[in-house]
């Protein structure tokens, strides 16, 4: 048995074809597939803020970046803010212990339609998040917490990709014996 190839061959560039551009249709299509996710309670609490590079927003969210992503993510098709909802609604909780995960969920789904679709998907927290969060003004309960770089890869994957192994998968955070 072996893992799908969609999987296998996923791998998040650090260089981005800057010609490249997704139409209207690729980035409803990519949301259409983020929407499918599961999540706790079905609450789905996640949102996107999408700029592709030829739109204002774009500019409006470079501006935020760190120096380090700032030398890659802008030559992307699409910058996409990811939001989790962490509030939960008609209850007496005060954090959702679970919407960081369900966007996690979102995002991979996001990021697997974008694989199928000839495109690479870079994830980043390196920008400025109270600056971003000031500008976005995101509404009550809501907060950002990832950036995604989505476009054509400019550069092939690179064939030794060190990963974990599945034993340490297993193994890895247990400190004593059980």
Known sequence: MHVHPL????????????????????VDLLLEAAR??????????WAYFTARRDEPEHKRIVRHLAASSG?????AGLLVVTMAHRFVEDTDWAYSDFADYDLGQSVAHLTLQAHAMGLACRQFRAFDLDALTEDLSPGA???????IAIGRA?????????RRTTSDLRTAPWSGAL
């Open 7 to 26: 999987l296998a061959s996923r791998f998040s560039p650090l260089r981005f074809d800057p010609e490249s551009t997704l139409t209207d249709d690729d």
């Open 154 to 162: 400019a550069e092939d994957r690179p064939q030794d990709r060190e």
């Open 36 to 45: 499918w996710a599961p999540s706790a309670g079905n609450s789905q609490p």
């Open 141 to 147: 309960g809501w907060h950002i917490v990832s950036m």
């Open 71 to 75: 030398r890659w993510a802008p030559s």
